[in-house]
């Protein structure tokens, strides 16, 4: 809860993280020598999910980052190999050799209408580049911190403080100053009561402003759980975000109006959750729970029509209501981030089934022809944000890559 209220530094939002992830893991080769009499190295971005890569030359005197040309653009990855080199390296003259960072993600970041055929290893999907649809978990941020944060790591100056900031900093114009940053705060910290933080902060030259925001945890019951439905469609979350963000700009009144709602909703959930311990307590609090979604959802619905893009479609409008009204188990329903069509997400206790719900859907879809496949999964909340692999858990990782 919180959506574009957050893009106001007045307004607080919560965000549950989940315990799917982006993984980076870098190798490396000696530079050739014409490499080392033009004082440059190469850092080289590769998914072999998506079979693609990015490569950029970097001059170690001018710290000015190129891109190879005829390639996709990414503007996250441009902005992290930017960051990262002007701001992540103590000392440019110990970088000497080529950099290889190599990319992987769970599968659940984007549709299942988007993998190929192939499989090529034990848990990592193929997924066609010219057909990917996003689920809207925050493949951004996630792959922009994964990156830097891996980056700091082999330049041996890496904490939680400084990932952050530098990721914050990235992101920030990777979106051209759109957004709020909580999905990087989520990615960096995990679940929490997010304040956004303001942009001039990005103008200062000293490292205070790398402890600007004090961690709150926004801790959901154990007895909750993510269900994610997946559209297999997709949206454009910059374009939504920033016909959103113009609308309020250009209408003081009405986005004060809007953040002050969005913010006490969000204050209220965040009080009834702290005071849950049984599932006894949960159904207690359903119906204010519900009532509080129903509001915030009103008010998201809303600023998007009034910004003439569709933050709830009305299709999506109905599953929810339908969702939520048939089915006792299930506590909360919304699009997450920036809304449209990336995914529908629910927090459910855990009697509810991913099967169950399945069925549900599936019988909604043969009522309604407009509604097209979706694919329920169920996810996994997690405290946890930004780590290093164990050596275990690094082995077990490599065991599964192509």
Not at 193 to 201: A, Q, S, T
Not at 234 to 239: A, F
Request: charge should be neutral; glycine fraction near 4%; aromatic fraction near 10%.
């Amino acid at each position: 809860m919180g959506g574009y209220a957050i893009l106001s530094e007045q307004c607080v939002g919560l965000s549950v993280g989940l315990n799917e992830k982006f993984y980076a893991f870098i190798t490396t080769q000696d530079v050739q020598n014409e490499q080392i009499s033009n004082q440059k190295i190469m850092i080289k971005f590769i998914s072999k999910q998506i079979e693609s890569e990015w490569i950029y030359e970097i001059d170690l005197i001018s710290k000015k980052v190129n891109q190879q040309q005829n390639q996709a653009k990414n503007p996250f990855l441009e902005a992290v190999t930017q960051i990262a080199i002007e701001e992540g390296i103590e000392d440019l003259s110990k970088v000497k050799k080529n950099i290889y960072v190599n990319i992987f993600h769970d599968n659940r970041f984007y549709s299942s209408a988007s993998k190929k055929n192939e499989q090529k290893s034990n848990y990592f999907s193929i997924f066609d580049k010219n057909n990917l649809h996003k689920t809207g978990l925050g493949s951004s941020a996630c792959v922009l911190v994964a990156t830097l944060g891996s980056l700091l790591k082999y330049f041996q100056d890496y904490a939680d403080e400084k990932l952050h900031y530098l990721s914050q900093k990235a992101n920030f114009i990777a979106q051209k100053k759109i957004g709020s940053g909580f999905d990087i705060a989520t990615c960096v910290f995990g679940s929490q009561v997010y304040k956004r933080f303001p942009p001039e902060i990005f103008s200062s030259c000293t490292q205070q402003q790398y402890k600007w925001n004090t961690l709150n945890r926004f801790n959901i019951p154990k007895l909750l759980k993510i269900m994610m439905i997946d559209l297999q469609i997709g949206s454009d979350t910059r374009l939504l975000a920033g016909e959103v963000k113009k609308y309020l700009d250009n209408n003081p009144e009405e986005a004060q109006i809007f953040y002050e709602e969005c913010n006490k909703n969000a204050s209220k959930l965040q009080e009834i959750f702290s005071g849950i311990e049984s599932i006894e307590n949960l159904k207690e609090k359903r119906e204010s729970i519900i009532s509080l979604n129903k509001q915030y959802r009103s008010v998201f619905k809303a600023v998007g029509i009034k910004a003439k893009v569709e933050t709830e479609p009305d299709i999506l409008s109905d599953i929810l209501d339908q969702i939520i009204n048939e089915i006792p188990s299930v506590y909360y329903g919304v699009c997450p981030g920036a809304g449209g069509y990336d995914a529908l997400c629910l927090l459910t206790d855990n009697s509810l089934t991913a099967e169950y719900l399945q069925a549900k859907i599936d019988q909604m879809k043969n009522q309604n022809s407009s509604i097209k496949e979706m694919v329920v999964q169920e996810m996994e909340i997690s405290q946890q944000g930004f780590h290093l692999l164990d050596e275990l858990s690094k082995n077990k990782f490599l065991q599964n890559i192509f």
